[in-house]
């Protein structure tokens, strides 16, 4: 199955509820240090509390402690930015595949930009609205990846 990663995510509640959303999916979520918050923080936790003994949850204190670990394990990194070159509906998931996500201020940083094997995107109609909110861009992205894995 696919894998949810955050670098440096900063606010709480979108971490808590991306972590309910890779516990009712079953799906890994891997989060990168620094973080705006601690993972104790009761913000984080009241949005996933009953959920989080079934979040499958990996801490990297750092990119170069991820990128251990994707080295290890294998598979493609596919970035989620506003400047994606391709819709995200357009990638062919594949189940080895890493969904990366950045923060909320400030997106992906360059040099994890840089290392994705694609930057994907999901468009937005309204050009007055620059992005949307970090966990529905993490629903969005990973429940497109299941529906085209399990079909």
């Known amino acids: 199955m696919v894998k949810i990663v955050l670098v440096n995510p900063e606010i709480p509640p ?4 991306i972590s309910r959303t890779c516990a009712a999916t079953k799906t ?14 009761r913000y984080l936790k009241r949005a996933g ?3 989080w003994p079934y979040v499958d949850l990996h801490y990297h204190e ?6 251990q670990e994707h080295d290890q394990r294998g598979g493609r990194l596919i ?3 506003v400047r994606g070159t391709s819709n995200y ?14 923060k ?3 997106g992906l940083p360059p040099e994890v930009i840089d290392a994705c094997d694609k930057l ?3 468009d937005i109609a309204e050009p007055n609205v620059r992005s949307l909110n970090l966990s529905v861009s993490v629903s969005v992205g990973l429940f497109e990846a299941i529906r085209q894995l399990t079909v």
Do not use: K, M
């Open 120 to 122: 994907v995107r999901i």
């Open 14 to 17: 979108n971490t808590g509820n």
């Open 49 to 51: 509390l009953d959920y």
């Open 79 to 81: 970035g989620f930015s």
């Open 104 to 106: 909320e201020t400030a």
């Open 28 to 41: 890994e979520l891997h989060l990168v240090a620094p973080l705006g918050f601690e993972i104790s923080d």
């Open 62 to 67: 750092n990119l170069a402690a991820f990128w």
């Open 89 to 102: 509906l357009d990638c062919q998931y594949r189940e080895t595949d890493w969904l990366l996500f950045g």
